[in-house]
């Protein structure tokens, strides 16, 4: 069983930074991808990044490349979403999630194991 806890979010100002983080508890063996995927009350939760944890492959939406650096920390058990350059259609709930053996990380299908979420909002 894998637990996740998110924290990091908040109230940025458009053009402006902040960084998520992921505890993770539980065991996590070396074909986990870890991602962050975001939910607006308007959509269905949509991939944002996502990152194996044995070799570092990262994998970005689109809409968040270049702004956007998911990684993690080994030592820690925990993963970072680092936001920079937000813009108000950033505004979600982010949430954190884990699963073993995940072909395309971009589907929220596979995933196991989810966070209960962390606001970040983006003010114009």
């Known amino acids: 069983q894998v637990q996740l806890v998110e924290s990091g979010g908040g109230l940025v100002q458009a053009g402006g930074s902040l960084r998520l983080s992921c505890a993770v508890s539980?065991?996590?063996?070396?074909?986990?991808?870890m991602a962050w995927f975001r939910q607006t009350p308007e959509n269905e939760r949509d991939f944002v990044a996502a990152?194996?944890?044995?070799?570092?492959?990262?994998f970005y939406a689109p809409a968040v490349k270049g702004r956007f650096t998911i990684s993690t920390d080994s030592a820690k058990k925990s993963i970072y979403l680092q936001m920079n350059n937000l813009r108000p259609e950033d505004t979600a709930k982010y949430y954190c999630a884990a699963a073993v053996d995940v072909e395309r990380p971009q589907l929220s299908y596979p995933y196991d194991y989810w966070g209960q979420g962390t606001r970040v909002t983006v003010s114009p």
């Open positions: 990152i194996r944890w044995s070799g570092g492959t990262t």
């Open positions: 539980g065991r996590i063996v070396s074909g986990y991808t």
